[in-house]
């Protein structure tokens, strides 16, 4: 392609013609789109890639010109979160940029978007995220996919990572048919409606927030039809599960997503996982070698049999996935 200011191609036609030509041109793939198409006089000049084989049975005539440039628009827009018509991004992006340049940058992307909020450090036992409208009109609910399954979020009242989705689907895949399976921090239903979507599968879904227990709820409803599985919801002290499970039929998997608390509730894994179970651990950790020392510490005898790094927190930390098999002699 020619650089600004070099003669190219342009095919010249009187302006009653020009819309007529420019769809004939673009039909046969030959208009140049980073060039302005212009008028010179009464007639327009279009930039075109070579002579059209048609030309002699027209009114166009080709010439040389040379015509600006379009001018292209960057967008570069910031770390954020899609939810529905909601975006949301970090309070650390407006100590970089400037809040009227993250709108407009936003806008540009998603068009149709109804708020655009920030998001601060997640609060309170619940882990709710801070929300604060940056742009638009208040939304309280949004509806996300993930792999075709529906999901109902209340903006700031639950805690819903839209990067973990992709690890929802992962653990998922790990479980077997028929087995027992206990999510203790369950929030609205991601990893429990992925594995019963997948698998003939048992799921204790807990969560301590009654917002998220409910909207666990309206989950599995609304995803009903695509659930080989069965979950049961609950709403407890995580501390409190246990009773729920008959000590001949312990759980085959746990699934424990706190990653800032996990090594707080080994005992309740001790009491839920059965023996040759295996505890799905999310921890923080800037080392993950330092976190296998601890797991070690705090669950002796058992075994790391691998990890992953789920999710990058920070500059330097991350969220990792540990996988622990329980022995079979305890």
Request: charged share 30%; hydrophobic share 40%; proline share 5%.
């Amino acid at each position: 392609m020619a650089d600004l200011g070099e003669k190219i191609l342009c095919v010249e036609v009187e302006k009653a013609y020009a819309e007529k030509a420019i769809k004939a041109l673009r039909k046969n793939g030959l208009l140049l789109k980073d060039y302005l198409i212009e008028r010179a006089g009464d007639k327009v000049v279009i930039p075109v890639a070579k002579t059209p084989e048609f030309i002699g049975e027209t009114l166009l005539r080709v010439v040389e010109c040379t015509p600006r440039r379009k001018k292209k628009i960057v967008v570069n827009p910031p770390s954020y979160d899609l939810l529905g018509e909601v975006a949301i991004v970090r309070s650390k992006v407006l100590q970089l940029r400037d809040p009227g340049e993250v709108v407009e940058t936003l806008l540009k992307t998603h068009p149709r978007l109804r708020a655009i909020y920030v998001k601060d450090e997640t609060v309170e036992e619940f882990r709710v995220p801070v929300l604060k409208l940056l742009w638009g009109t208040p939304v309280e609910e949004v509806v996300v996919k993930e792999y075709g399954l529906s999901f109902k979020i209340r903006l700031g009242r639950v805690y819903y990572n839209q990067r973990l989705t992709e690890e929802h689907r992962r653990l998922a895949s790990l479980v077997e048919d028929g087995e027992i399976v206990v999510d203790l921090f369950s929030g609205i239903g991601g990893f429990p409606i992925h594995i019963a979507s997948l698998k003939t599968a048992l799921v204790l879904a807990n969560d301590l927030n009654p917002i998220a227990h409910e909207l666990l709820i309206e989950n599995i409803k609304s995803n009903m039809r695509r659930l080989k599985g069965v979950i049961i919801p609950l709403n407890d002290d995580t501390r409190n599960i246990p009773e729920y499970l008959p000590r001949k039929h312990l759980a085959d998997r746990v699934v424990a997503n706190l990653p800032k608390a996990s090594l707080s509730f080994t005992e309740v894994y001790d009491q839920v996982l059965a023996p040759g179970g295996i505890l799905h651990l999310y921890i923080l950790t800037r080392d993950v070698y330092t976190a296998i020392d601890e797991v070690g510490s705090a669950l002796q005898g058992w075994r790391v049999i691998g990890h992953r790094l789920v999710l990058e927190y920070s500059p330097g930390s991350g969220i990792y996935r540990f996988d622990i098999l329980k022995p079979e002699n305890i």
